[in-house]
């Protein structure tokens, strides 16, 4: 019913800059929230930025001032900009939205991505 798709994941050196896309595809009716979270190995899946559909944003301390989440309503796309980007940011990236179906107008549900590699070496 409804696909999202990571793009942006790579490796990169301490100090640098990746920007990580999200898009919603599917049978959409609205989407509410969307998010970026993060699992590294051995840890469990954290929140990273979340943003509302009127554009509120709220990040996990660890990335404050590093990361910048944003959105294209008409594209249901999401994007998290990082940067000075740290080894301890290494991880899987997954993109998280709560999704209102055409078909259930009425159930908001919530849909992941299937995750994009951000590996910083140091």
């Known amino acids: 019913q409804v696909q999202l798709v990571e793009s942006g994941g790579g490796l990169v050196q301490a100090g640098g800059s990746l920007r990580l896309s999200c898009a919603a595809s599917?049978?959409?009716?609205?989407?509410?929230?969307m998010g970026w979270y993060r699992q590294a190995p051995g840890k469990q899946r954290e929140l990273v930025a979340v943003?509302?559909?009127?554009?509120?944003?709220n990040y996990a301390d660890s990335v404050k001032g590093r990361f910048t989440i944003s959105r294209d309503n008409a594209k249901n796309t999401v994007y998290l900009q990082m940067n000075s980007l740290k080894p301890e940011d290494t991880a899987v990236y997954y993109c998280?939205?709560?999704?209102?179906?055409?078909?259930?107008?009425?159930?908001?549900?919530?849909?992941w991505g299937q995750g994009t590699q951000v590996t910083v070496s140091s």
């Open positions: 998280n939205a709560e999704v209102t179906t055409a078909f259930h107008p009425g159930t908001m549900m919530d849909y």
């Open positions: 599917g049978s959409i009716f609205s989407i509410n929230a």
């Open positions: 943003i509302t559909s009127g554009g509120s944003a």
